[in-house]
């Protein structure tokens, strides 16, 4: 995607130009080869321009000043070590997201455009004054005819129009970048934008966040201690969101109190288990919870706002995230490790030997620490900066996952300078590692997998008449490299012959973990006696099918 040749496109890049040469970035101006682009005042000084140690803070100044696309890419970017150097992103993790409020005359026409009615047919009260103003919308005080008190969001005017037109100038300086950087190609700064570009029309439709505070209020709707507004969907749409008004004080008036250290303990700790619980057991979590979006309601109860960026995980992610939080408390770096290359989109040709020698080292250090003193931030830093040696691309529900971690560990120092998250989810995750030993849950895990494993075989005999198919019809080239045809006609047939005996064993296997959820009487501890057997079966047959393997390996050698 280009540039488009509006007036206001290179009006906009103008201007993006110039506030880089006034916060001192014409080294990147030069790079890119954008100096003509400078007001000719600029341009004839013909200065050289050199790269410094301060460039970090100069580009965040810089896209502070540019408003809300370069803010929330700064943002975005803020947790990418595996992107940008460290000290890029530490920087850009200080950007702010306050901005001037809207004149309430533009706020009113809006919502009444929106709302298809006069204000005062839908409202008592509309207070003039923004409770929150940030770059994308600000939120104000209302109550309804039937006396509800509501929170209003409104999106600022044109706002969609500007990220759209930025986006496109953002395209073609990642074009740019990637043929003037040549060393930064392995980066592919289109893809940068196009993940961007995806997670800001999320932010910019109202309709996706009133969905996301559903889902969050149906989870919490049962937890005493969590707190989640109800949506009005009758006056919600894209551009206005209209929820329950909650009174409370931001959770960071708690750095003031120093004679509650009981509560903070008892807040944070609620904190972090409802974290723990919308990430395991939901799979849904709040992926920006800074203090602005959490609040004191007493008693130490708190409640969670903005839903604007949610992060999904699936069941296979979140068994490798649970495993990744069990290796962190334990402390068990292998099983750290594991988990860690599990959840990472690695490249075919990556050495494992050498990245899980590079991880050992990196994480060692932290290990050696006792479990109080694991600072999560900088190992997530530390092993995120690592990845872009080995070409790892985690999910972007992930990265939003390590976001969110970093950000709770950050207030959660703020109010109590001796909280740690890594000890904090202690209690929490001896009750998973418990869970996880029971045979129930062996089961279960053994029904799902040998369910899938029986799916993905019974695709096998359609598989191998397309290819077979493909065969005849000359679409398909096998070039044997073996001259011994015979022996890889045994080889084939010993194949199908393991693959029948592997359906039977997961056959076996289905039927005892259903006899054992089924609790078909007798039983003993509360297991079918049946199941049992059948297990016992299932672990002869898999015992045998071993040996048969290892003997095979044996006479080959």
Request: glycine share 4%; charged share 25%.
């Amino acid at each position: 995607m280009g540039l488009g040749k509006t007036y206001k496109d290179v009006k906009r890049l103008s201007q993006i130009i110039d506030v880089l040469f006034k916060h001192e970035l014409g080294y990147i101006i030069d790079k890119l080869k954008l100096k003509p682009l400078l007001p000719v005042s600029k341009r004839i000084k013909n200065e050289k321009f050199e790269p410094n140690s301060l460039m970090p803070k100069h580009l965040r100044l810089a896209m502070e000043e540019l408003g809300a696309t370069f803010i929330k890419l700064g943002q975005l970017l803020s947790l990418r070590p595996d992107l940008i150097p460290k000290e890029y992103c530490k920087e850009f993790s200080l950007l702010q997201d306050d901005v001037r409020p809207i004149p309430f005359k533009d706020i009113k026409q809006i919502v009444e455009a929106e709302l298809k009615k006069p204000i005062n047919e839908i409202f008592i009260y509309f207070n003039e004054t923004p409770l929150a103003s940030a770059s994308i919308g600000q939120v104000h005080k209302a109550k309804l005819k039937n006396n509800d008190i509501v929170a209003i969001k409104v999106q600022r005017p044109n706002i969609k129009e500007l990220f759209d037109a930025d986006i496109d100038i953002l395209y073609h300086i990642a074009a740019l970048i990637e043929h003037h950087f040549p060393h930064f190609n392995e980066i592919k700064a289109a893809d940068i934008v196009k993940e961007f570009e995806r997670y800001t029309k999320n932010e910019l439709d109202y309709t996706l966040e009133a969905g996301n505070i559903d889902i969050f209020y149906n989870n919490f709707r049962r937890n005493k201690m969590i707190k989640i507004p109800k949506v009005y969907w009758e006056l919600t749409t894209q551009k206005v969101l209209t929820m329950e008004f909650i009174n409370g004080k931001k959770i960071d008036v708690l750095a003031n109190f120093t004679a509650l250290k009981s509560s903070k303990r008892e807040i944070l700790k609620n904190l972090v288990n409802s974290f723990i619980e919308q990430t395991i057991e939901y799979g849904s979590f709040h992926a920006d919870p800074h203090p602005g979006n959490i609040l004191l309601l007493g008693s130490n109860k708190i409640a969670l706002l903005d839903f604007g960026i949610i992060g999904k995980v699936n069941q296979d992610i979140r068994e490798n995230i649970e495993s990744t939080f069990i290796a962190l408390v334990k402390p068990d770096k292998e099983m750290l490790i594991d988990s860690l290359i599990q959840l990472g989109f690695i490249e075919s040709d990556a050495n494992m030997q050498s990245l899980k020698h590079d991880l050992s080292q990196h994480i060692g250090k932290y290990y050696s620490a006792s479990l109080r003193e694991i600072n999560i931030s900088e190992l997530i830093y530390d092993v995120l900066a690592l990845t872009r040696k080995y070409k790892i691309k985690f999910p972007v529900n992930f990265i939003l996952l390590l976001k969110a971690i970093i950000t709770l560990e950050g207030l959660g120092k703020e109010l109590n300078p001796n909280f740690n998250f890594v000890a904090e989810t202690k209690p929490i995750l001896d009750k998973l590692i418990k869970k996880r030993s029971s045979l129930v849950y062996i089961l279960k895990a053994w029904r799902e997998k040998v369910i899938k494993t029986s799916i993905d075989a019974t695709k096998i005999p359609e598989e191998t008449r397309l290819t077979l198919k493909k065969l005849r019809e000359g679409n398909i080239k096998i070039k044997i490299d073996d001259p011994d045809i015979k022996k890889f006609a045994y080889e084939v047939d010993k194949s199908s012959n393991r693959l029948t005996f592997g359906l039977l064993i997961a056959g076996l296997a289905i039927a005892s973990a259903i006899l054992a959820l089924a609790k078909i009487p007798p039983l003993y501890n509360n297991i079918p006696i049946l199941s049992i057997v059948l297990l016992i079966i299932t672990g002869l047959f898999i015992i045998f099918l071993f040996i048969s393997i290892l003997k095979e390996r044996g006479v080959m050698k």
